[in-house]
C-alpha cells in the first residue's frame, strides 16, 4: 500500500459520511414534505453541496504523486471535514411533526455556512500550488474559485432574500463552470 492509498482511506471515509449524511437528511425533508417549507437558497446550496462531494473526490488524485506528511495530510482533509461540517448544518434534523422552515433555518446558520465555504476556498486557492506544489499559483481554473469566494463574502453580509438567491446561483454556476475549466477536458483520458 503506498502512503497515497493510506492517505485517501480518511478523504474516503469523511467524504462518505458526509454524503451519506446529506442523502439521508435529504430523504427525511421528503418524507416529512407535507410539514417543509421550502427555500430556494437553501436547495441551490444543497445542490452544490453534493456536488461538491463528488468534485473533491476527484480532484484527490491529483495529489497521488505529493511527497506526503502530516501537515499535507492535515490541510488535505480540512477540505472534506469541512464539507461534511456544512451540510450537516445545511440539512435540519427534522422530528415528529415538527413544521420546518427552510428560510428560517437557512438564515439562522448563513454566516457560518458562508464562512466555512469562504475558508474552503480559500484552501482550495492554496492547497495545489503552495501545500502540495503541484500546480502553478495562477491558472484560468483559479477564477470560478476566487469568484466563488468574493461571493460568498458578500453573501456573509446580505441579509436579504434576492441577495441569497443570487449568492447561491453564482456559487452554484462557479462551481459547474470550475468543473469544466478543470476537469471536462481530461475526463475521459486514462492517467498513470
Avoid: K
Avoid at 437528511?25 to 463528488?54: C, D, E
Avoid at 411533526?97 to 484552501?123: N, Y
Amino acid at each position: 500500500m503506498t502512503l497515497f492509498e493510506f492517505v485517501s482511506v480518511m478523504f474516503s471515509i469523511i467524504l462518505g459520511l458526509s454524503l451519506s449524511h446529506t442523502l439521508s437528511g435529504l430523504a427525511s425533508l421528503v418524507r416529512t414534505r407535507n410539514v417543509v417549507t421550502t427555500f430556494g437558497p437553501h436547495g441551490i446550496w444543497t445542490t452544490t453541496l453534493v456536488l461538491m462531494h463528488f468534485l473533491l473526490w476527484w480532484s484527490i488524485w491529483d495529489f497521488r504523486a505529493v511527497s506526503w506528511n502530516f501537515p499535507r495530510f492535515v490541510v488535505a482533509s480540512a477540505e472534506p471535514l469541512i464539507l461534511f461540517f456544512m451540510t450537516a448544518l445545511l440539512l435540519p434534523s427534522v422530528s415528529g411533526g415538527d413544521d420546518v422552515d427552510l428560510e428560517s433555518h437557512f438564515f439562522r446558520i448563513r454566516r457560518l455556512l458562508m464562512g466555512l465555504f469562504a475558508v474552503l476556498m480559500i484552501i482550495f486557492l492554496v492547497d495545489g500550488p503552495w501545500v502540495f506544489q503541484t500546480e502553478a499559483a495562477w491558472s484560468w481554473y483559479r477564477l470560478p474559485q476566487v469568484i466563488g469566494l468574493l461571493a460568498v463574502l458578500y453573501g456573509l453580509r446580505a441579509d436579504g432574500r434576492r441577495s441569497q438567491w443570487a449568492v447561491a446561483t453564482i456559487v452554484l454556476a462557479v462551481i459547474v463552470s470550475g468543473t469544466g475549466f478543470r476537469f471536462l477536458p481530461a475526463a475521459f483520458t486514462s492517467t498513470g
